[in-house]
Every structure is written in structure tokens, then in C-alpha cells.
């Protein structure tokens, strides 16, 4: 299990937006915080774990690198990396 300084219980109501906006019913979002810029939001459907996206900020503040795990319609796991620069 990987070490947590702090754990945020999101339920059916992730980041401010309304279960219509990707959240359904039965889905639990629970955010935690590993180490300054460093978090992991690990997602659950009825109890089981489908997907975990991992967050983490450069220390100049300018990039964020998210590795989001997950398993599709088909059963394969994938990983997608997405690189976003701040203007």
C-alpha cells in the first residue's frame, strides 16, 4: 500500500461537477495526496477498483504529467500519458 499523508473521500461528486458530468451512480473517487504535487485519484465501480490516474506537478510548477490506468470495454488494461504545459 502506498504511503498517504492525506485522503479525500469524493463519492458520486468528483471535482465540483454533477454525477451527469462522468460520475456515475455506484462510482467512488478517492483522492489521495502522496507528497507535495504528487496525488492519486483511484476510482471504484461498486466497490471494485477500474481505474487509477496519477498526478504530479514540477517543482517549477509548469508542467503536469497524468498517468491514468484503467480497463475497457474489452477487458485489456490500458495506460494513456498526457503531458500539459501551463502557458
Known amino acids: 500500500m502506498l504511503p498517504r499523508k492525506s485522503i ?34 483511484t476510482f471504484m465501480d461498486h466497490g471494485k477498483q477500474s481505474a487509477t490516474i496519477h498526478k504530479v506537478i514540477s517543482p517549477d510548477g509548469k508542467t503536469m504529467t497524468q498517468t491514468a490506468k484503467f480497463v475497457d470495454a474489452h477487458g485489456q488494461t490500458l495506460t494513456q500519458i498526457q503531458v500539459f504545459r501551463g502557458q
Open 8 to 41: 479525500r473521500r469524493v463519492g458520486e461528486r468528483f471535482l465540483g461537477h454533477s454525477p451527469d458530468a462522468g460520475v456515475r451512480k455506484g462510482r467512488t473517487v478517492l483522492e489521495s495526496l502522496l507528497g507535495s504535487g504528487d496525488w492519486l485519484a
